[in-house]
């Protein structure tokens, strides 16, 4: 049965390749060939086509493909009140040896003013016919790589604090995109997915933080940041364990946090990540309550080759075991360029797969 409110039986998580004319103007803007508003014209031009493509293969929710960032989570957070950039160790550090330079200090305390991201969620809106999806990182985003250590000496002496002010910056954001015309917001909220991995449990142990604890923590600044939430706003959430230029950091399946996940948070929809066995079984899909959506991360935007449609099938047969199938859709396991310089296949390898998705979702769910 064919859903008339996101997520959508064939969706997709949220960003695209960058297009060879993005990155080259990119990179003339570092080098200062080009002024900020020349880079801003192409991305314009860029996002208008990704746009246009979505649209053609048949997708019912558009991003602008994150065109405009190079971090997916770094490029939202550094723009709230307290938070700044530096380069530095992030601790992001990938199967083989891949490391991200830079990273969060909270200098001051947090909160929500004006952000960048509200103008480029304006744009995507006045160019496209289908449902704007707009995505953010999840607020926990900004505790769980740094800690306690990324904090300036005296900013939060009470931990509380700092939470309870990121929710409440949260909960600002969440309605100034929703002031903003947005009906569709995603929180990619990688860090739950973490918790499932026993050494990422043991990294935060050793850095002064209660992994058994941690996940609620984390749940209670969701729910404040939903609090209030309009009826007509759907709210999903994102789970991957890494995605950098097709490289991963954890592993482990969702059942140490799938009752939290799915019955603590007010949350319509989860895409999450199934596209290897490093996810695990579907038997976590047994807490799905009635009313929320999971949207299957079937295939991968790891590779660039193309899923045989009759083992997509299978799967989400077997997912409808735990869950009914019409609280089930379909997806890629993660974006195809969480950071700039994209996963490792085409753009045709690209296309071909979300092409893939819409016809799969078509013949599962007419």
């Known amino acids: 049965m064919e859903r008339t409110r996101p997520p959508f039986r064939a969706d997709m998580v949220g960003s695209l390749l960058r297009t060879q004319a993005l990155k080259e103007a990119r990179e003339r803007h570092r080098r200062g060939e080009i002024d900020a508003a020349a880079l801003k014209a192409v991305e314009d031009q860029e996002i208008r086509k990704v746009i246009r493509k979505q649209e053609e293969i048949g997708l019912k929710a ?25 380069e530095a160790d992030s601790g992001m550090n990938f199967k083989g040896g891949v490391g991200i330079t830079k990273a969060l200090r909270i200098t001051g305390r947090i909160g929500f003013s004006d952000h960048p991201m509200i103008e480029h969620f304006r744009f995507l809106k006045e160019n496209t016919t289908r449902t704007p999806k707009m995505t953010i990182p999840g607020p926990s985003m900004l505790h769980y790589r740094g800690g306690r250590k990324m904090m300036n000496v005296g900013v939060y002496p009470d931990m509380d604090a700092f939470y309870a002010d990121l929710g409440a910056a949260y909960n600002k954001a969440v309605h100034a995109f929703y002031d903003a015309g947005c009906r569709y917001l995603q929180l990619d909220d990688i ?32 729910r404040e940041a939903l609090r209030d939430k309009p009826s007509d706003l759907t709210i999903t959430m994102h789970l991957c364990r890494g995605n950098f230029r097709s490289t991963f950091i954890a592993s482990g399946g969702y059942e140490p946090i799938a009752e939290l996940l799915f019955n603590t948070m007010p949350v319509d929809g989860y895409f999450m ?73 085409a753009e045709e390898e690209q296309w071909a797969k979300l092409r893939l998705i819409v016809e799969v979702a078509q013949e599962v769910w007419g």
């Not at 002064?208 to 609620?216: H, M, R």
């Not at 290897?276 to 799905?288: H, I, N, S, V, Y």
């Not at 309550?289 to 799967?315: A, N, Q």
Request: some cysteine; aromatic content about 10%.
């Open 273 to 345: 990540e199934w596209d290897t066995e490093r996810a695990g079984g579907f038997e976590p899909l047994r807490f799905l309550p009635k009313g929320k959506t999971v949207v299957l991360g079937l295939v991968t935007s790891k590779t660039g080759k193309l899923e045989k449609k009759d083992d997509i099938k299978r799967r989400i047969e077997e997912a409808a075991r735990y869950a009914d199938l019409d609280q089930l859709a379909l997806s890629p396991q993660c974006g195809f360029a969480s950071t700039e310089e994209g996963n490792i296949l």
């Open 191 to 222: 860090s739950f997915a973490y918790l499932c991995d026993p050494e990422q449990r043991e990294m935060l142990r050793q850095r002064g933080d209660d992994p058994e604890k941690q996940p609620e923590i984390y749940a209670s600044m969701v």
């Open 62 to 86: 558009v991003t602008d493909g994150e065109f405009r960032r190079t971090y997916w989570h770094f490029d939202f957070l550094e723009h709230l009140d307290g938070v700044t950039a530096v």
